[in-house]
């Protein structure tokens, strides 16, 4: 059982950046894949990108690929997103999830465990 908590949400302008982090507990973290996903008002939950197990492989959607970055750190049980030139579309709930296989995946129902999410707006 894995419980994910995500931080660092918040307002920005557009052109800005932000920083989310996601708290995982549970001693089997380092043999998950992790990702990242979004949903705004009237949208489907959408892939943004995901880490495979050891770090070693990443994967980004086109719209945030060269602006966000992921990371982990499996010491403190926890993944990261740089997200960078923020701009109005990037605005939505974004969520944190793991996956018990450890190659990461652009399918949110391929994900096991998720957080309860943390809102990033961006105004223009």
């Known amino acids: 059982q894995v419980q994910l908590v995500e931080s660092g949400g918040g307002l920005v302008q557009a052109g800005g950046s932000l920083r989310l982090s996601c708290a995982a507990s549970?001693?089997?973290?380092?043999?998950?894949?992790m990702g990242w996903f979004r949903q705004a008002p009237g949208k489907e939950r959408e892939f943004v990108c995901a880490?495979?197990?050891?770090?070693?492989?990443?994967s980004y959607s086109d719209s945030v690929k060269g602006r966000f970055t992921i990371s982990r750190d499996n010491v403190r049980n926890t993944v990261s997103l740089q997200m960078n030139s923020l701009k109005s579309e990037d605005t939505a709930v974004y969520y944190c999830?793991?996956?018990?296989?450890?190659?990461?995946?652009?399918?949110?129902?391929?994900?096991?465990?998720w957080g309860q999410g943390t809102q990033v707006t961006v105004s223009s």
């Open positions: 549970g001693r089997t973290f380092s043999t998950y894949a």
């Open positions: 999830a793991a996956k018990r296989i450890p190659m990461s995946a652009m399918t949110p129902t391929l994900y096991d465990y």
């Open positions: 880490i495979t197990w050891s770090g070693g492989s990443t």
